[in-house]
């Protein structure tokens, strides 16, 4: 399993704002500089953050981006769920994209919802404060 890119940039951006914890507002263009990512990739991963209640942004003279919670509160499976969906190590578990040809017959299936909860468990017990090394 590999996370995509979007994914992957997404932790990097997330890491970036949560540096400015508690300070100024930042935008997405010095989210961008600091992590070093292109300025439409971390565009793009803003409104999605945005979106997901991730970020909070605001408009005009002391606008920019913040946290939507303090960086403890959100986990590197918040991060990823915002950018990927909900996490599935396999679609037959996602009735929406479920086309698998074994469906009727597969004595798998049953079990990969207690894999997918062991996997998002994980990902939710790392913190942005332990990726941004902000702190515990």
């Known amino acids: 399993m590999r996370l995509s890119s979007m994914a992957d940039y997404a932790v990097v951006t997330m890491t970036a704002a949560a540096r400015h914890c508690g300070g100024a507002r930042v935008s997405a263009a010095q989210l961008a500089e600091e992590s070093g990512l292109p300025a439409p990739t971390v565009q793009k991963l803003v409104s999605r953050l945005t979106a997901a209640g991730l970020l909070r942004s605001s408009r005009g003279i002391g606008g920019g981006l913040k946290l939507a919670r303090p960086a403890a509160a959100i986990s590197l499976a918040d991060i990823v769920e915002a950018v ?3 996490i599935a190590l396999t679609t037959c578990v996602d009735q929406e994209r479920d086309n698998c040809a074994l469906d ?9 919802p207690v894999v ?3 996997l998002r ?9 332990q990726l941004a090394g902000t702190g515990r």
């Open 84 to 86: 990927e969906g909900p």
């Open 116 to 118: 997918n909860q062991a």
């Open 121 to 129: 468990g994980a990902l939710a017990q790392v913190p942005l404060t």
């Open 104 to 112: 009727a017959c597969c004595s798998v299936k049953p079990h990969w």
